[in-house]
């Protein structure tokens, strides 16, 4: 059971020393209490401490990390059913699926794909993450030469999947470098796959069909000393499987249900034939809750969308996505380059400076802090208003850069030219398009 803030500040070191970001060692432990604040920013806990508080204050649904050729990725750590309650952490990864019974051939297209799909956007590069490398035969050499294939010609995490525990052994020597996830853990083999997942110290996938027998089957392998799993409740039916997700995440957050406090893993791949119906399922788990979606078709016209919809959900709603203020130079532009003005909405930027870099016409483009707001509903809040684009012109620096003294706003603020015609007398106001699809046509006819 969760502990109060007041029995956390009991076993505090009460020094007040601030050290943990928070003024008091009372106000460290009220945050504790509410998944506020981590207990490693307290540096001073001792280890009998930290093992009673890591308990009590552990996230309902226990991180995992996908080890990628570089970096890591999480997946789990969910506190929230909704994402506007405070966010969600850790966006759904992205799977593709290979089996022992793909032919070489079709594998190798495969890898290639999932290696071009990475796309820049809004500064952040998009891209799936995992492979999940499927035993269809029992053959361990073949099993161990697919994950050695993907570990060379991929920087993919992996989860190796066999219901024999030696081939999953073998599998996983082959690719120990990316420390993968290894399962399946059933309730037939849980014995073996579990000693094997503590034996190499690596995550364990556990499946078992309906909610009782995957909770015994995760208390089970709890039991044995394993932490962490990511688990599956076996329906490969759209309606039960979106259920399963709902229930999961809801008994693991409400009651805390520790059985079911890890994140899941949910197979498009085998509830359809349909490269269409496959996306679309998968678009229902990436909103509801899966931690890992795994595809059988890495198309790109599908994939796209997906990481689309996964950047939207994952982002925090209480921040807006912005970029700095000032003047950012796209191309090589000189003294004579037009100069542009908006606001700095990341979404804003990116789109806006995607189109003049299409025109092949270099510019310098102003970026005004506008707390993250989009035009309109900037100008609306008075943020991009003709006095203070005048203000920012003014102090940004861009009068010693360029000898252009002709400003493009955005069409949608077209009503503060006037304004800014008062406020720079030495500047000519040009009226931008109000679609970004439209800069290139006018940026070629200055
Ligand atoms: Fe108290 Fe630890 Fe925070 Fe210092 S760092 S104020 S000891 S909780």
Request: include cysteine; charge should be neutral.
């Amino acid at each position: 059971m969760a502990l109060t803030g007041i029995e956390i500040f009991k076993m505090l070191p009460k020094t007040n020393c601030k050290e943990c970001g928070l003024p008091t060692c009372l106000a460290f432990a009220m945050a504790l209490a509410s998944g506020k604040a981590e207990l490693d920013a307290c540096p001073y806990v001792s280890d009998e401490v930290k093992e009673k508080l890591a308990a009590a204050s552990a996230p309902p649904i226990r991180p995992i990390k996908l080890v990628m050729k570089e970096g890591t990725k999480a997946v789990g750590g969910e506190t929230v059913m909704f994402r506007h309650e405070k966010t969600f952490f850790n966006p759904t990864v992205i799977a593709g699926l290979v089996t022992t019974a793909t032919a070489d051939a079709e594998v190798d297209k495969k890898l290639d794909q999932f290696m071009k799909l990475q796309y820049d956007r809004v500064g952040l590069l998009l891209r799936p993450e995992m492979i999940v490398v499927k035993d269809a035969d029992g053959d361990a050499g073949k099993f161990a030469a697919l994950a050695k294939k993907v570990v060379d010609k991929t920087d993919a995490a992996m989860l190796l999947i066999s219901d024999k525990a030696d081939v999953v052994k073998a599998g996983a020597e082959a690719a120990k470098d990316r420390k993968p996830v290894i399962g399946v853990a059933t309730a037939a083999n849980a014995d073996a796959m579990g000693a094997l997942a503590k034996e190499l110290g690596l995550p364990l996938y556990a499946k078992a069909d309906g909610y009782d027998a995957l909770a015994e089957l995760t208390t089970k392998l709890t039991g044995m000393g394993l932490k962490d799993l990511l688990i599956d409740s076996g329906s490969r039916q759209l309606k039960q499987a979106f259920q399963d997700q709902v229930v999961i995440r809801r008994a693991a957050l409400v009651p805390k249900f520790r059985p079911f406090g890890f994140a899941t893993v949910t197979f498009p791949c085998e509830m359809t034939d349909d490269p269409m119906m496959e996306k679309l399922y998968a678009a229902v788990f990436i909103a509801k809750y899966g931690g890992i979606v795994v595809l059988n078709d890495l198309s790109a016209d599908g994939i796209f969308p997906l990481l689309l919809e996964r950047l939207n959900i994952y982002t925090d709603p209480q921040k807006p996505m912005i970029i700095s203020p000032g003047i950012y130079e796209i191309g090589t532009p000189g003294p004579d380059s037009p100069v542009a003005v908006t606001t700095n909405f990341a979404l804003t930027y990116f789109i806006v400076s995607g189109e003049i870099e299409a025109s092949k016409v270099p510019a310098w483009l102003l970026i005004q802090d506008t707390e993250g707001l989009s035009v309109m509903t900037a100008w609306a809040a008075g943020k991009f208003s003709g006095d203070s684009v005048a203000m920012f012109v003014k102090k940004c620096g861009i009068t010693d850069k360029t000898k252009t003294r002709t400003l493009i706003i955005p069409g949608y603020a077209a009503g503060i030219s006037g304004d800014l015609e008062e406020e720079l007398p030495d500047w000519k106001i040009l009226i931008g398009p109000r679609e970004a699809s439209h800069i290139p046509a006018m940026l070629k006819t200055l």
